[in-house]
């Protein structure tokens, strides 16, 4: 047997409690029926050989010969429920877990994931891996029944306050995962088929602008406490930079004497080069914390958001946001993405125009603004580099 796949260490008080078989008579049946453990439902299950097709006449001596046969393999440890389970209905989690990352390593290195694919079943895995492993324990995979999915959902919605949308896409890849098992034989059904999603209209605008004097009282704490943090915070309300595009950010993509930040294909979100105006705060932010300095490969937000050799995934500022939260104790409907929208408002507030906010914000109308605004070149907007903010 595969080290990936181990039956259950049932104990022998476990084994012994079987019921010895006895003969049975009905009006239409003859039978023997014994009682044994089964190690999936952790209970005594009866379990029935009919005799109807053994010769009348021989039917009694044939079932005390098999009553003795059964009795014997019973006690020696025999258990027909243990001898029936396939290996892989037993599979380990943690086993199932490595061999979908291997699968995710597999797609990704031969081009059919793409890296944003990539890159969330890899953080939806470790959350899973998070959750079975440690918050609340599983050893096999047929362990992950409906009830554990709705309880992962439930603890990553209530308990870690993940928003609808994001508790809706772990929902998307467990039937993902899930699916990858039963197409390989390893699982008979989908435990998570049944779940509903959060709908629709719970999901459009759980978030709210951030008042000025909040949006203070966060520069404030986390210029004191979270340089790094507040960095990203900068380049999410002034410079407009999504989550996903904070994580692919490299050295390489700030260009501080042209006052822009490069963004190409593989790091934007609808896979265009870009060129973002860097605020003249952010850039000054930037020189005083020496990231000038860094390699031009590295990342700008790695491991616990400081610069480093490895992308993270974009649930990490969401992470560092929630503890922001609960620290300063603002409103749950100030999320990260806010600062987006807080940016964008202010702007607007300022008199900037909407054609210069739109291409910074680089919103699904972008083809339409850039009717109006061509990139002839990778040149800064001044209107941008010069707004100063409440942040």
């Known amino acids: 047997m595969s080290k990936n796949f181990q039956l259950p260490r049932i104990s022998n008080a476990s084994l012994l409690g079987y019921r010895l078989p006895v003969y049975r008579r009905t009006k239409d049946c003859v039978y ?65 877990f490595d061999e979908f990352k291997a699968y995710n390593e597999r797609m990704f290195a031969e081009g059919t994931f793409r890296k944003q694919t ?87 605008k759980q978030r709210e602008v951030i008042p000025p004097d909040v949006l203070k009282d966060i520069a404030e704490y986390l210029g004191e406490n979270d340089k790094m943090f507040l960095l990203a915070c900068y380049l999410l309300y002034y410079c407009f930079i999504r989550p996903q595009e904070l994580c692919r950010l490299q050295f390489r993509n700030l260009q501080l004497s042209n006052h822009i930040i490069y963004i190409n294909g593989e790091q934007a979100k609808n896979r265009k080069d870009e060129y973002i105006t860097l605020n003249s705060k952010v850039e000054a932010y930037i020189r005083s914390l020496g990231l000038d300095k860094y390699p031009s490969d590295w990342y700008i937000f790695s491991r616990r958001l400081k610069p480093g050799m490895y992308e993270i ?67 800064a907007n001044d209107e941008l580099r010069g707004f100063v903010g409440s942040l």
């Not at 929902?171 to 629709?200: H, Q, V, W």
């Open 32 to 96: 023997v029926e014994y009682y044994a453990y089964n190690p999936l439902t952790e209970k005594l299950h009866r379990k029935r050989i009919k005799l109807n097709n053994v010769e009348s006449k021989q039917r009694k001596s044939y079932a005390l010969a098999l009553i003795q046969r059964l009795t014997t393999k019973l006690a020696s440890g025999w258990n027909p429920f243990v001898e029936q389970l396939r290996s892989s209905d037993m599979m380990l989690v943690s086993a199932a």
């Open 118 to 204: 990539y890159q969330s079943y890899k953080s939806y895995v470790v959350k899973l891996e998070e959750y079975c492993m440690t918050i609340n324990k599983i050893t096999y995979l047929y362990q992950f029944d409906t009830r554990y999915c709705n309880s992962l959902l439930d603890y990553l919605f209530l308990d870690l306050k993940y928003s609808p949308r994001t508790r809706n896409n772990y929902l998307t890849f467990l039937n993902i995962f899930f699916s990858y098992f039963i197409e390989r034989g390893t699982l008979k059904e989908n435990p998570a088929r049944t779940i509903k999603k959060i709908p629709a209209r719970m999901l459009h």
């Open 313 to 379: 995934s974009p649930s990490r500022f969401g992470e560092r946001w929630a503890k922001l939260q609960t620290t300063l104790g603002f409103s749950d409907k100030y999320q990260f993405y806010s600062l987006k929208d807080s940016g964008i408002t202010e702007l607007a507030d300022s008199n900037v125009t909407n054609i210069s906010i739109r291409d910074q914000a680089r919103h699904s109308s972008l083809a339409i603004t850039d009717v109006y605004t061509r990139h002839s070149s990778a040149k």
